[in-house]
């Protein structure tokens, strides 16, 4: 399945940011409203540019019944510019038909806001069988899920099941737990080497230094598999010798350098 070859070049993009109670991002943890930064990356391949997560969408932003339905707090997800997803790609000179695939993680609201956009342009979106099969059958707002991103949108899905190499230095990891398919993503690059990145297998850099899994899982019978999961990401990162990425880190976020030519 791996093969040696590494990916070219790396994005890191920013989408928004979106208040949520710390409890969510760590088990155990208060109640009070942190703020999540909402990333993706772009990814440059030998076979094309490979886009992983696409953010908090316009529609969902304008649906304030909906919006509220998930945000219960008082503060407000926002997002970069008129379109995030748009805008997000604009600042690293892309657009969604310059992609030759896409993939996304999971499907909560934080993470499904381009998709449209990437089906407009005829992309290609990889998702974990078992993840599409939870957010098409029982998953709504209860769980985060919006489902305008994703049903009926004319999306061109391709479904994994596990772990897969999806373009050359590119890998779906599965880290199920925190949504029935959840997936995480492996970089591999010439120069910095071997990323990890959680996505929302882990929110926070606390979650990766304590060990300690997110909160409550969109299936709750699923804690068992997000300890599991968040095991399994810290054991790769200490036999790959990489670096392991939190999902929704805003002291992360600020304190890595995000290269305006990208990571290499
Ligand atoms: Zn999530």
């Known amino acids: 399945m791996t093969s040696k070859k ?3 070049r790396m994005f890191m993009l920013h989408y928004g940011a979106e208040p ?12 009070g409203i942190i703020w999540c930064p909402i990333i993706g990356i772009a990814v440059e391949t030998e076979i094309g540019r490979v886009l992983l997560d696409t953010g908090i969408g316009r529609a969902l932003l304008e649906d304030e019944a ?42 909560h609201v934080d993470h499904t806001g381009g998709l449209r956009h990437l089906a ?31 049903v009926d949108a004319g999306i061109g899905w391709r479904e994994l099941d596990g772990d897969a190499e999806l373009a050359p230095g590119v890998h779906a990891l599965s880290t199920p737990g925190h949504t029935p398919g959840h997936m995480s993503y492996r970089v591999d690059l010439p120069e910095t080497g ?44 200490d036999r790959l010798d990489a ?3 939190p999902g929704h880190d805003t002291v992360f976020w600020r304190a890595v350098e995000h290269p305006a030519g990208g990571h290499r």
């Open 6 to 8: 590494t990916a070219t």
């Open 243 to 245: 670096r392991l990425v």
């Open 120 to 150: 407009q342009a005829g992309v290609p979106i990889s998702v974990q069988r078992e993840e599409l099969l939870f957010a098409r059958e029982r998953a709504g707002l209860g769980e985060a899920y919006y489902r305008p991103d994703y």
């Open 66 to 107: 909906s919006r509220t339905g998930i945000y219960a707090s008082k503060e407000q997800p926002w997002g970069v510019g008129e379109d995030p997803f748009l805008t997000a790609l604009e600042r690293v000179g892309l657009r969604p038909r310059d992609f030759a695939l896409a993939a996304v993680s999971h499907l």
């Open 194 to 237: 071997t990323w990890l990145l959680a996505m929302d297998a882990a929110d926070l850099a606390e979650n990766l230094n304590d060990r300690v899994p997110p909160g409550p899982t969109a299936d709750p019978s699923d804690a068992g598999r997000a300890e599991a999961s968040l095991r399994r990401l810290l054991g790769e990162r």
């Open 20 to 31: 949520s109670p710390k409890s969510i991002s760590v088990r155990g943890a208060a109640d």
